[in-house]
């Protein structure tokens, strides 16, 4: 940015030179039809000069005598600086009319200053060369304010248009950040370059394509960048992440207490992380540390409660060669309390960016339609809550019912889709099913072995990004 705007400061003392010399040309034509001028036209056929000649030869002196003065030492003997405005700020900003105009006035008036005013009384000799120089200096001085305005429209209208397209990169590739440590959705992080902490770094008045900065520059431009490379943290926990622009897919787990979401969520990311997002991507990876060990104690066969309070998504980071950005699964485990109803609304934000919610049962347990019922009306409450949204319209986000211990014997073990919608409000889930497809435009029914890494719980994940129009779900198959 520097560099442009030393660009645009020197460019001032040459583009407007162009019109300035037609003004001259006229200017001078016009001073050789009065008195005393006019009798240098009388003189000039005895000397086989024509007009046109003595027309452009002022133009010439004035001009070669204003680039002499701007551009050689002879400028800072009659105190023209010579010197881009400096600027301490970083990012450093385009400055062009906004901060440039006032110093290239006063660098244009210290030049008409000398050579009307000094020039002529002090160097009485040079004054022929000093009043073209003069004529040319005010011709420009009045050419650049056209200049300048020509210079910021077309920065502003390129900075306008690779806006547009970096919000285009960013909305398919990224669509929006989710931070992996509190959970909340932002439109987009906050970069950290050399020490200052921008918020959604993109084109600005500071950059196209790149902010400068004291030490370095760094990319601002489009998600198919090195942007997503720089250091970035969450605007609302500043909390550092490494999510690299990845576009997320949330998913939502609800259910009743000890209905098997955290054994599904350990199964969806337990799978994915084994099969390496079934071959088609290069790497799939448990974004937080504890992910580990957690789902150690899962394969092992033990899974603890979950504290209705928690509030941290397990985070799957896969890559492909074939995507732009990462794809990053984010599942919300919520412990079964929040679902009993007793506990605050607010302690799960995450309902008011979730892509897709998936509601677990257990139809082992006692009374398992009033369980599932009761937790599903939470969740629906819940949601509608979060994003004021009235019992009369039907929610966008797309829903799935999985049915756990499948591994049971049972009246809905094996059966899965249309099958186990009909059986399930057959046998006494009617008043489920029925709210389910009142509530919800897409609603979708498994049955799986949560305990088990096995695909029928990706089936759900990948139905559920299927009916939410996302990509992720090619890593289900
Ligand atoms: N047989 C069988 N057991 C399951 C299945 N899913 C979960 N379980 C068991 O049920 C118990 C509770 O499972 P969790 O996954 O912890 O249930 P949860 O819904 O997360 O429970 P909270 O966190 O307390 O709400 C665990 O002992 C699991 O091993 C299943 O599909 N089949
Ligand atoms: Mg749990």
Redesign the pocket.
Known sequence: MKELNSAVWYLAFIIPLVPACIIAYHFFGFLLTIFPFCIIVDLAPLFHIDIGTLQVVPVVIGCLGFLIICFTPLGQSIDMKQKVPELGTYPVPFIGLSKMWEGLVSEYYTIGKWTFFLGNPMLYFISPFALPVFVVTVAAAVMLLPYLVFVDVVYYAAMAAAKVVDEMQYRHNTKRFVCPECGRASDRPVYDVCGNRIPGLRPSESGIFTVEMEAASFPCFGSNGKRKELVQSCPLCSSSVETKEGRPFVVSVA??????????VYSVIGRLESTSGSGKADAALLYHAWEGPELARYRA?S????PASFQKPHVVVLESGRLTTRRLLYMF?T???FFTGRIEADIQPQYSHTDALAL?L?PSCDRPADVALGAYRVLVERYRQFNRMDASVRIDVPLAVVV?????PGPLSGLSGTDLRDRMADIGYFGLVNSAEKDFRRVSFFT????AECKETGEVVKRLCEDAGEDIGQFFD
């Open positions: 259910g009743a207490p000890s209905s098997g979401k955290t054994s599904f066969g899974c603890g409660r979950t485990d412990g079964g309390e677990v257990d756990t211990h499948s591994d049971i799986c072995d949560a305990r």
